[in-house]
């Protein structure tokens, strides 16, 4: 989805054009999400099973994916696993597991957000609307340079030395409150809100694996880091510069 005019105007082009891709073999439960997504304006194109989808993504361009964590052909986390290898695209996963720990492995594999099942169609609709806002990214021409590491946020960009880094969406737009706020200690509960953190039901971990994924995409070593720094019982801070 381009970035051109006015934030607001494109944010309601994207919405009018947004194709959505769900990989869901519950076929009453895909079929009610495509309704309800399709009357939002959504265009939703439907794979019941995990090879369906992966090809589905591989031959069309679709603006997000809303994955089941439990098919009948294949883990949702290796499918997770299988389409970062290529693409950013972001994704929602649906868990009906409940556990814990499934939605830190989906967060680490790279989803940008879960929702547990069963949902309430309007709480997926927030969730997806926002994800997708994150995607379209600001108006603006602002980057952000801190030595070999450049962060250009209206093209959603990572780069150290010239040299892309990828981030899921949700990692892409922490790490810019993070930079934003350089020098300044802030909060989980404080990175939640500077990036509408709500689509993120926040068991207590959850901004701590996006944290690690990102280190390990700007650190030399992400065990010993030295851009994001760790203030033991506070949060994070972005380290202006490195010692």
Not at 20 to 31: K, N, T, V, Y
Not at 110 to 136: H, N, S
Not at 178 to 188: D, N, Y
Request: charged content about 30%; proline content about 3%; overall charge neutral.
């Amino acid at each position: 989805m381009a970035v051109a005019g006015n934030a607001a105007d494109t944010w309601v082009r994207c919405l009018m054009t947004a194709r959505i891709l769900l990989i869901e073999d519950d076929q009453r439960l895909a079929g009610m999400v495509k309704d309800y997504l399709g009357g939002a304006g959504f265009r939703v194109t439907m794979a019941k099973t995990g090879a369906r989808g992966i090809t589905l993504h591989k031959t069309q361009e679709f603006d997000a994916l809303i994955l089941d964590l439990m098919l009948p052909d294949m883990d949702g986390l290796e499918i997770c696993r299988h389409i970062r290898k290529s693409s950013q695209t972001p994704i929602l996963m649906l868990t009906a597991r409940g556990d814990v720990m499934d939605r830190v492995i989906g967060l680490e594999m790279g989803a940008d957000d879960y929702l547990p099942k069963p949902f309430e169609p309007r709480e997926l609709l927030a969730r997806l609307k926002t994800i997708l806002r994150r995607r379209v990214g600001s108006a603006g021409t602002e980057v952000l340079r801190f030595g070999r590491l450049e962060i250009d946020i209206s093209a959603r960009k990572l780069s150290i030395s010239d040299e892309d880094r990828p981030l899921t969406s949700y990692q892409f737009s922490l790490l810019v409150a993070l930079a934003q706020h350089a020098g300044r200690v802030l909060s989980r509960e404080a990175l939640m809100d500077l990036v509408k953190g709500e689509t993120l039901e926040a068991f207590d971990r959850s901004i701590d694996v996006h944290i690690s994924r990102i280190r390990a995409a700007i650190e030399d070593d992400a065990k010993t880091p030295r851009r994001i720094i760790t203030v033991r019982g506070i949060g994070y801070v972005f380290a202006r510069e490195q010692d």
